[in-house]
């Protein structure tokens, strides 16, 4: 087979409406359809030599969970139908890992389905195994194979991203399950539902708040100029490169004064770091977070 | 690939060349294939990929961990497919890497991301 070194004018136009299909099986709300999930269930379960299993849908991957755990957790004694169940849960796990992704996994199916389209040769066994991902992908979202039953959720009923792709929304969660389940995601960050549905953070709090991804975020989601304002943030020193930083004291209630580095990292975003209060330069602030008590022996040849 | 021969930081975690290891070094073997050099609670470490010639070591300090490269310059890489730090190449020779730290009120802590 020969390498295929670029793609031709049509494939290149094919190339991303190839890829918004999938993305709109993944993300675009659609329920899953049980004739069809249950069939390529079936052709999976016969390539290992086993019989069909009984497929159980929930809303979520967290109603699977709970509901897996639930079932487990009654045993034998927990009447016909549960009794049932439990035995099919308490064997043997069929894929080891505990669960696959789905329709989490049509990023790697598309890839390689593309790749068949365009003239990679697969096998006719790796062709068909493919099919098979391919048809439950496009069903369900994660599924937990057991002998002779699955557990399945369905898909988001939304997917909000930014411009780049992060997990993004601003007025509600980032991904939703038609069961309430919810994440609320800031760029790519996950953060708690209030401060993106309420706005319910303090000004204080963002800037104190443990994680410091999740302290951007909510700085970011407060805006700067809000906290700095709020907190009345009195800067000491700015250095001319915003990578080295500012350094801002600021007066946060029940708490007393306190120093910030706020800086920019080398992927462009802005964070703030608490600094000790005796910090006189920004510089000598960013020093110190890397361990450095004389600034003058940080001396950076990269940052990225 | 950029290549670091004395100082170089990639997001929260700072590369810088020294003698020798200190004594009290401890070797530590990879985690599948990787060195995890700057581990993250949201996923997104920054890894040194295992390979012959590149020993990583802890000490005391939590805070700093060291790495002796022998050999082509070991690329850092972090793990995120968004807002990734640009991967550079630490040059042979013994390094220190250093976390990022934060002011607390009872002294400091490692800025956790």
Known sequence: ?304 | MKIVTTQGAQGDVMFRRIEALPIDAKEQAAEKGEFIVAHSETGHNHVVLERPGVRYFSAMDELRSYLVVDGDPAPVEHQRSFDTHETFGLAPGVWEVRRQREYTAEGFRRAAD
């Open chain 1, 1 to 304: 087979m020969k390498k295929i070194e670029c793609l031709t004018p049509e494939q290149e136009v094919e190339l991303p409406r190839f890829r918004q299909r999938y993305l709109d099986i993944a993300c675009n709300g659609g329920r899953i359809d049980r004739p069809a999930l249950e069939a390529a269930l079936a052709d999976a379960y016969a390539v290992i030599d086993k019989p069909a299993p009984h497929l159980l849908i929930f809303d979520s991957p967290a109603s699977c969970m709970l509901a897996l755990k639930v079932l487990k957790s009654t045993g034998p004694s927990g009447g016909q139908l549960r009794g049932q169940l439990w035995d099919q849960l308490g064997g043997q796990q069929i894929y080891d890992a505990n669960y696959l992704w789905g329709s989490q996994d049509l990023f790697w199916i598309a890839w390689a389905k593309f790749a068949a389209q365009i003239g990679v040769t697969l096998t006719p066994q790796t062709a068909a195994h493919l099919d098979i991902m391919d048809r439950i992908g496009s069903q369900c979202e994660w599924w937990w194979p057991y002998n002779g039953i699955v557990v399945a959720s369905q898909r988001p009923t939304t997917v909000r991203w930014d411009d780049q792709r992060r997990l993004h929304a601003e007025t509600g969660p980032a991904i939703a399950y038609a069961d309430g389940y919810e994440v609320w995601s800031w760029h790519g960050v996950a953060v708690p539902r209030d401060w993106i549905a309420l706005r319910a953070i303090k000004p204080q709090d963002a800037l104190q708040w443990p994680n410091m991804e999740q302290r951007r975020a909510a700085c970011e989601i407060l805006g700067w100029a809000t906290i700095l304002d709020a907190l009345k943030a009195k800067t000491i020193d700015r250095d001319d490169n915003p990578e080295i930083g500012e350094l801002v004291r600021v007066k946060i209630p029940d708490i007393g004064t306190e120093q910030f580095l706020r800086v920019r990292c080398g992927t462009g975003r802005g964070f703030a770091l608490p600094v000790p209060p005796n910090m006189k330069t920004a510089r000598q602030a960013n020093a110190w977070t890397y361990g450095f008590d004389n600034p003058e022996d940080y001396q950076l040849e990269i940052r990225t």
